[in-house]
Nanobody
Framework: QVQLVESGGGLVQAGGSLRLSCAASGSTTMHGSMAWYRQAPGKQRDLVGTISIGGRPNYVDSVKGRFTISRDDAKKSVFLQMNSLKPEDTAVYYC??????WGNGRYNTENYWGQGTQVTVSS
């Protein structure tokens, strides 16, 4: 069964840092771009940033200069380093990626979401 498994969330004071990880399970590969999203209570899920196949990241304005997205294709993983955290960064964070796996006699590529990890920033 293919899964994206997230880890690294938690409670941190404003100004602190957290590093989120997201790894694909099983005999899978991740060839395409990857992304991080977040969803605050009562709000829609919003894009935080993306990273291309070649490792080029892009960020929404609210996190530029504070967050860094990276990937390790050998480990089938994507990471989100969050520095200078603010209370408004409090949300459930989700990774998203196209995952390729072998099934039914062929390679299949489908889009998957991680299970989400809570990040809470106290003031």
């Amino acid at each position: 069964q293919v899964q994206l498994v997230e880890s690294g969330g938690g409670l941190v004071q404003a100004g602190g840092s957290l590093r989120l990880s997201c790894a694909a399970s099983g005999s899978t590969t991740m060839h395409g771009s990857m992304a991080w999203y977040r969803q605050a209570p009562g709000k829609q899920r919003d894009l935080v940033g993306t990273i291309s196949i070649g490792g080029r990241p892009n960020y929404v304005d609210s996190v530029k200069g504070r967050f860094t997205i990276s990937r390790d294709d050998a480990k089938k993983s994507v990471f989100l380093q969050m520095n200078s955290l603010k209370p408004e960064d409090t949300a459930v964070y989700y990774c998203n990626a196209d995952v390729t796996y072998w099934g039914n006699g062929r390679y299949n590529t489908e889009n998957y979401w991680g299970q989400g990890t809570q990040v809470t920033v106290s003031s």
